[in-house]
């Protein structure tokens, strides 16, 4: 499974931002699908994820103003990022497990990862 990024950017605190993430040689609902983000010394952390039947789940930090998504006819992964805070600043990455429906929140237990984009919110 290959899993690129177009590219981040930047955003005025409060916002909207979406990343996009193309799946290649592998169908992105066959599969758990997560959204992670890094900053700068700090742990790997799951801000949202979806499994194969649509269901979706999302880190309290980000509940309510992130939305990730599947669009299946192009075999993409998105993260719709709105209301942005200064707090959100980051790398993101998408990943996937071989998994249709185990979902983890530990990112050592997902497969292939995307290369990362930096995500820059402007105060």
């Known amino acids: 499974v290959q899993l690129v990024e177009p590219g981040g950017g930047s955003v005025q605190a409060g916002g909207s931002l979406r990343l996009s993430c193309a799946v290649s040689r592998a169908t992105v609902s066959n599969y758990c699908m997560g959204w992670f983000r890094q900053a700068p010394g700090k742990t790997r952390e799951r801000v949202a994820r979806?499994?194969?039947?649509?269901?979706?789940s999302y880190a309290d930090s980000v509940k309510g103003r992130f939305t990730i998504s599947e669009d299946n006819d192009k075999n993409v992964l998105y993260l719709q990022m709105n209301s942005l805070k200064p707090e959100d600043p980051s790398d993101y990455f998408c990943?996937?497990?071989?998994?249709?429906?185990?979902?983890?929140?530990?990112?050592?237990?997902?497969?292939?990862w995307s290369q990362g984009t930096p995500v820059t919110v402007l105060v």
């Open positions: 979806i499994d194969s039947d649509g269901t979706t």
């Open positions: 990943a996937n497990t071989q998994s249709k429906a185990y979902c983890p929140a530990s990112p050592g237990l997902y497969n292939s």
